[in-house]
DNA sequence: CCGAGACTTTACTTCTACGTCAAGGTTATG
DNA sequence: CATAACCTTGACGTAGAAGTAAAGTCTCGG
């Protein structure tokens, strides 16, 4: 086989290294979630790197932001005009349209910052909390400890 | 009725102040979530402040960490042991057991403190891509809008 | 050209975290 | 003591996110 040119991957190849299922591939899919990649004659799904990429990107919005697969779609819906903007920035052609998209995009990047921040700022808040409250734990350890030393156990 | 002594609510009221539905209540506690709260003559359930303070919790447990029910127990139970030892912390009785308690208590807090700092690093990874990006997108926005003072819309 | 293993679609099942009645008991108040 | 507002358990339903099984198709190495 031409392993050369793009190194396409099977589904198999792909849920091994993004560490989801097959079933989970072609679900994504289904929800549009990923594009429908390409295919071999034979039907056999050939996903491309990018596809691992976004199939990571996917797994830590969910993780990390718990958001639904349907907000998760319209994160990635924006990457996607990202690329697209990317692919086709040199045809001048319809300036106002790329405008249009472009506003939309900020709009949603935005949206999706202001998210982000306010819990990683609500986490960092958690995590000082838990800091003092594993201090105080200690600390009774230690007290703990040097009561037993004065009153050994029987 | 003797509103005074202690201010005991009832699950509509706890409820209201948590926002979450009394169903949530009823199955939080059939989860273990919540210990079975007192009950007034007639099987009413009668909640405290603490309750409510809980619930507040394990919501933020949720919507934070995104973690399911089963894992909130888990910290759920912790806190629970936290009270117990602060309530009981006179009786010096039987000190190796506090010691083997407040242990587990430090495991389990130091493993969720784990948990909670790798996502909030991640976090703020996240964000500062999704700033990056942003200020890519802005950038573009600037550039387009030279281009159409050079060449306006026809 | 053939068989093992990878893949396809379709359909049904599971699990979590509740929502939504239903039918009836309790409590506070006029 | 009537009655509205509140509560009880029980049972069934649902949306999201897949898991699993079935029956058939494709690919590739030998």
Redesign the interface.
Known sequence: MSESTEAYLQIGEVAERTGVTQRTLRFYEEKGLLRPPSRMDGGFRLYSEDDVTRVAHIR?L?????LTLAEIKEMVEAEEM?QE?KAQYRP?AD??E??RQ??E??GV??R??GI??Q??E???E??EQ??E??RT??R??TE??Q??RKAP?A
């Open positions: 830590r969910q993780n990390l932001l718990g990202l903007l001048e300036i106002s790329k405008r472009l506003q995009a900020i990047v935005t999706q910052l982000v921040s819990k990683a609500q986490m960092s958690m995590k838990m800091e409250r594993l734990f200690e009774w350890m703990l400890e009561i037993e156990v």
